[in-house]
């Protein structure tokens, strides 16, 4: 019997090698060539016991998807050795020959596309205006005509479908009706990309084919893209799909190039009821959807892979649902939306689905989609851990649901392209998220964000640390450091029953705490009350939720006599040091101050800064000082001191001994553990940071209007 399984055992190792053939047996000595062949063979012998396929080093372009199923449970697909397998959802384009100057054409047949990628990176569609690689972000933009007016409040009968350009950007298009318009549409919080419809050259308006999210205003930052005649920069390309042509200025000089394009939407999928499978050690890349995907599985992982080059406005590096799955040790980056996409668990009955997003390197987020985020996570029960997180054009967690734990990460460089927003964000428009959530031991910094302030686009602009918005509701945050965000470190939108315990919060430009609440008769008030009537009468009788916190407040009764009506939140054994000279400690609008607690504080405002707060009532605003403060009863055992910080200028805010935080019960934070960790499910040791917005800072003050 012993030697009957060992047997079996054997023969469920298989590999695949690029010289393989699928008519081998798929042995060390005569590999297959193709996974599916591997996957078939499995399939035909491996009973309940599972099997493991080792994948030689080596380029292996898919014609499909590779799917897996329930009867692939329990198999593991990973590198053999050190050996580097890359998946490749694309095919090569070559062929080409001079066409003018330094560019280049080749015929092409088949779908269209809408990326091209040279030597491992993605290239830029022929634009107006030109992609500027010394200013990414800041430059090359055209912007809207007309006079600048706020994005607030709608006007009736705008059109969502026109765009009003400059005189000075007229461009002699001919085939515009190949061109799309990349527009962030009046609010700055995503982006469009649109198809042109038609050009009116005398009022200089372009009609898109479908609406954009909201009315392109005067003002508002542009591109157009896929145009023949803007092909004028290395590294851009065109396809004339007409002419069944691509054109390709390489970005060096190369007569012969190769080039790949799409042909898959996914590269590997593992459907609804699969356990136990692995994906480890590939390099993954080139698709138009998502990446990997894993959909209603159970105790899957996705480990020690680089995930790259992946996704269009609607693609994810990773994504799972279901429960007890894991995304673990991946390099993921360049990806057209979110990195890594998460949910699974059941709301009702607060069941966690246990998934898990850990010890990832990403950056480079969000490349079509400007809401793309590093981690997107929903459902109940889900982790997300000791992940390096950069160069994402909006926040580095986007959480709703649950109960979740965000803990040990390390979030920078964030909020690039976009305004209203933080490192980590949750909004509770339904009264019930994301209460029960955790977000402890996490280093969030230079939360920079991006806007147009008094005619000019700047940054940093309208960013926070932590943004609790729209109700979010029930969240515990402690042991986080928190550093350098222009409206704030905490920003807590009309929350309620949140606890903000023993959190380093240093360098807010304009506060260190914000909050902001709601009132009745009031804009957000009467927008979400039924929404959250709705989502607290789904849950409330459940049994599941009755000892949830905040859960016995029934919506309705939140608001005061005064219709005021957050409450229940606690700042408590916070450290909270500000830099800058004009700085606050806290600003409240519309805030009850009585129903919220603030004590046992270490504060202090370097340069013998004062130490006030802005406390506006709708619009009568006031500024308290520290005495004033405490002698409203709040923040009455804080004390004012310096923490004694080992080096604030080297963000090494460990604690000297004899600081004072200790006497208020402070506890050490495990810096040591935050971050990605040595692990041999790593896919790269020691991580070497791409290089971003650190190394290139945003310049943004560009006059779009006088």
């Given at each position: 019997?012993?030697l009957?399984?060992l047997l079996?055992?054997v023969a ?14 798929g042995k060390?000595a ?5 996974l ?11 009973g ?7 994948v030689?080093?080596g380029?292996y372009?898919?014609?499909?998807t590779f ?5 692939d ?7 053999f050795g050190k050996?580097k397998?890359v ?10 020959v ?6 280049l054409k080749a015929p092409?047949?088949?779908n ?6 040279y030597?491992?990176?993605r ?16 430059g090359?933009w055209a912007?809207?005509?007309?006079k600048?007016?706020?994005?607030d ?16 950007d ?12 990349f527009?962030?549409?009046r609010?700055?919080?995503?982006n469009n990309?649109?198809p042109i419809?038609?050009v ?5 308006i372009i ?48 007569p012969?190039?190769t080039?790949?394009?799409?042909v ?6 593992v ?16 698709c138009?959807g ?9 105790e899957?992982l996705?480990?020690g ?10 693609g994810?590096?990773?994504?799972v ?6 995304v673990?040790?991946n ?8 990195a890594?996409?998460l ?15 850990d010890n990832?390197?990403i950056h480079h987020t ?7 985020v590093g ?7 889900n ?9 994402a ?5 986007h ?6 734990v965000?803990?040990y990460?390390?979030?920078?460089h ?7 927003t ?6 509770g428009?339904d009264f019930?998220s994301?209460?029960g959530?955790?977000?402890r ?8 964000g991006?806007?147009r ?9 309208f960013?926070?640390?932590?943004y609790?918005?729209?109700n ?7 042991g986080?450091?928190?550093a350098?965000?222009?409206r704030g470190?905490?920003?807590l939108?009309?929350g ?6 023993n959190n380093v919060?240093?360098g807010?430009?304009?506060q ?6 709601w009132?009745?008769?009031g804009q957000?008030?009467?927008?979400t009350?039924?929404k ?5 009468e789904?849950v ?6 009755r000892h949830?916190?905040?859960?016995n407040?029934?919506?309705?009764a939140c608001?005061l006599?005064?219709g ?10 916070n450290?909270m ?6 700085a606050r ?7 009850p ?6 004590d ?5 405002h370097?340069?013998g800064?004062s ?6 009532r709708?619009?009568?605003v ?10 409203r ?6 004390v004012?001191?310096?923490p004694m910080f080992?080096?604030?200028d ?9 600081s004072?935080?200790?006497?208020l019960g402070?506890?050490?934070i495990?810096?040591?553990k ?5 692990d ?6 020691p991580?070497?940071?791409?290089e971003?917005a ?5 310049n ?7």
């Open positions: 019997m012993m009957h399984a079996v055992s469920l190792n298989l590999y695949v090698a690029p010289d393989g053939n699928d008519a081998g047996s060390k005569a590999p297959f060539a193709t599916e062949r591997a996957r078939d063979e499995i399939r035909k012998g491996k309940k016991s599972g099997g493991t396929v080792f030689r080093g380029t372009f898919l014609p499909r799917t897996l199923g329930p009867e449970s329990g198999v593991t697909y990973r590198a050996e397998p998946l490749v959802g694309g095919q090569p384009i070559t062929g080409f001079p066409h003018e100057g330094g560019i092409f047949t088949g269209p596309f809408r990326q091209l990628y030597k491992g990176k290239q830029h569609v022929a634009r107006y205006p030109n992609f500027d690689p010394q200013n990414p972000y800041g090359g912007y809207a005509d007309g600048l007016i706020p994005a409040p709608d006007i009736k009968g705008e059109s969502r479908k026109t765009l009003h350009y400059k005189a000075a007229e461009r002699p298009w001919r085939k515009f009706q190949e061109a799309e318009v527009v962030f549409a609010y700055n919080w995503w990309i649109v419809v038609s009116d050259r005398d009022k200089r009609n898109l084919t479908t609406n954009a999210s909201y009315a392109i205003r005067p003002g508002d930052r542009y591109f157009v893209q896929n145009l023949l005649e803007e092909l004028d920069a290395p590294g851009e390309w065109y396809l004339d799909r007409e002419a069944g042509t691509l054109y390709f200025w390489p970005p060096e000089e190369d012969s190039p080039v790949y394009r799409p898959l939407k996914t590269i590997v999928e459907a609804k009821g699969t356990s136990k499978v692995t994906l480890r050690g590939f390099t993954i890349e080139v138009d998502t990446a990997v995907v894993f959909e209603e599985t159970s899957c996705v480990a892979n680089t995930i790259r080059n992946a996704g269009d406005y609607k994810d590096g990773v994504s649902s279901g429960k007890k799955n894991g673990v040790g390099d993921i980056y360049e990806i057209g939306s979110s890594v996409s949910s699974g668990g059941d709301r009702p009955t607060l069941t966690a689905a246990g998934n898990y997003v990832n390197y969000g490349v079509f989609f400007k809401q793309g981690v997107k996570m929903e459902g109940v029960g982790r997300v851990s000791r992940n390096l997180i950069h160069d054009p909006r926040m580095g967690i959480l709703s649901g649950n109960n979740h965000v803990e990460n390390h979030i920078r964030v909020n690039l392209e976009t305004a209203d933080g490192a980590i964000y949750a909004g428009r019930i994301p209460r959530t955790v977000i031991f996490n280093f969030f910094h230079d939360v920079l991006y806007g302030e008094h005619g000019k686009w700047v940054s940093p602009h960013a926070w640390g932590i609790l918005d729209d979010a509701s029930g969240v515990d945050i402690f986080n450091i928190l350098r965000a222009v470190l905490v920003h939108h009309n309620r029953d949140n606890i903000v315990e919060l240093v807010g430009k304009l260190q705490v914000e909050l902001n609440g009132i009745n008769p957000y008030w009467e927008w009350r039924d959250l009537v709705k989502g607290y789904s409330a009788g459940l049994p599941a939720w949830v916190r905040g859960m407040v029934h919506p309705l608001v006599p005064d005021m009506m957050q409450a229940g939140n606690v700042f408590r054994r450290i040091v500000a830099r800058d000279p004009q400690l806290y600003r409240f609008r519309d805030v101050i009585d129903h919220n607690k603030f046992h504080n270490l504060v202090f370097e340069g800064g130490l006030s707060m802005e406390i506006r709708e619009k009568v006031a500024r308290q000082e520290w005495a004033e403060w405490q002698a009863g709040q923040d009455k055992h804080s004012v001191a310096d080992v080096d604030i080297k963000d090494d805010f460990r604690l000297r001994p004899g004072p935080a200790f006497k402070w506890k050490p495990p810096v040591e935050i971050g990605p960790q040595k041999p499910l790593r896919a790269s040791w991580i070497v940071e791409a971003g650190r190394e290139k800072p945003l943004a003050a560009e006059v779009v209007s006088q």
